[in-house]
């Protein structure tokens, strides 16, 4: 279902997630059969709504979510067959990005110590160049090495923001996850921290799976993009592809949903055009579908191509009226 590329630096082929059922309740299948490569400095964007399983499939690449099914491969190695140690030497490669900068830092640590933290633990510098590493990447990320000694609550959220991004790079990784990295700012803020990203993956030629339910967002940084829609991707391609021919209703739906500024009125807004109401509980029924092929039959995965290297899902489709 995707394009491969030759040497990804990220290659995830049809990864699962199952939660345990609860109290009464029947499992939850968070993540079904998700597959993407990602290649070096490219960034693919997660989109969909919330608990569509965007957050459970960042945290199943990078092994903080037992996985029920599939493959992730980062830089070649099989992550679900590392051994502990081994998974423990890939971990400097791959780092994450949350979305609240407040609750991902200790209140009661100092910049310095935040930073100097994850140089400590995979033993990336010697001792004696932490504090020249923790200032190099306090101006990486544009803040004034002269605020080291502050604490969290004496930086704005945007600020706070920076030093999660410098946290995450002072192991100088490949990868990385961002999860809703700027859903918890205003919107000028927004658009430094984005930039900001852009301009670290240019010099550092990082790779990102950037996170968001905004496919606005996206397209300040996306090389391609994916949707997500009850644990599955119903659609990806570049972001131009996806952006100039929105192949499946879902990914409209979102696309409509975007121009609205009033986030309690988009909420809304997409609420009535796609999901709530036109997509769930829709499961394939027997016969053709959508593109007129019988899958029962040919025994393929409800993919289509709709152009080179864009694919769309027939399994999510609205029923024509009767
Ligand atoms: N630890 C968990 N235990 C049980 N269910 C979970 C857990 N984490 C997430 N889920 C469920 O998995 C689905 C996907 O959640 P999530 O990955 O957080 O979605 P998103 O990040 O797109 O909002 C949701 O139905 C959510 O309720
Ligand atoms: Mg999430």
Redesign the pocket.
């Given at each position: 279902m995707t394009e491969s590329i030759q040497h990804p630096l990220l290659r995830v082929r049809d990864l699962s997630v199952t939660?345990p059922a609860?109290s009464g309740k029947a499992p939850?299948l968070?993540v079904d059969r998700v597959s993407f490569d990602i290649g070096r400095a490219q960034t693919l964007a997660l989109v969909?709504e919330?608990?569509?399983?965007?957050?459970?499939?960042g945290r199943a690449i990078l092994q903080l979510q037992a996985s029920s099914g599939g493959s992730v491969q980062l830089l070649g190695h099989e992550l679900g067959q590392l051994s502990r140690d081994g998974l423990r030497s890939m971990r400097r490669h791959m780092q994450f990005v949350l979305q609240n900068p407040y609750s991902s830092l200790h209140p009661r640590m100092t910049v310095a110590q935040t930073l100097a933290e994850p140089l400590r633990v995979h033993r990336c510098v010697p001792a004696e160049s932490v504090t020249a590493r923790v200032a190099e990447l306090m101006t990486l990320v544009g803040l004034d090495p002269a605020m080291v000694s502050r604490y969290p609550h004496e930086f704005s959220g945007g600020q706070r923001q920076r030093i999660v991004i410098a946290r995450a790079l002072a192991v100088s990784p490949d990868f990385v996850v961002c999860d809703e990295p700027v859903s918890a700012l205003d919107v000028s803020t927004q658009a430094q921290i984005v930039a900001l990203l852009k301009s670290l993956q240019t010099r550092l030629g990082l790779s990102y799976l950037f996170i968001a339910h905004d496919l606005a967002l996206v397209r300040q940084v996306a090389h391609r993009i994916a949707v997500m829609f009850a644990g599955q991707i119903v659609e990806m391609g570049a972001a131009d592809q996806v952006y100039g021919n929105p192949s499946h209703p879902y990914t409209r739906a979102l696309l409509d949903a975007v121009p609205v500024p009033d986030p309690v009125l988009q909420r809304k807004k997409l609420s009535e055009s796609s999901a709530d109401v036109q997509f769930h509980g829709l499961r394939p029924k027997a016969g053709p579908c959508v593109f007129g092929e019988d899958h029962a039959q040919s025994g393929t995965a409800c993919w289509h191509d709709v152009g080179a290297g864009h694919g769309v899902s027939c399994r999510f489709w609205p029923t024509p009226a009767a």
């Open positions: 939660f609860r939850v968070a969909g919330s608990g569509s399983g965007k957050t459970t499939t």
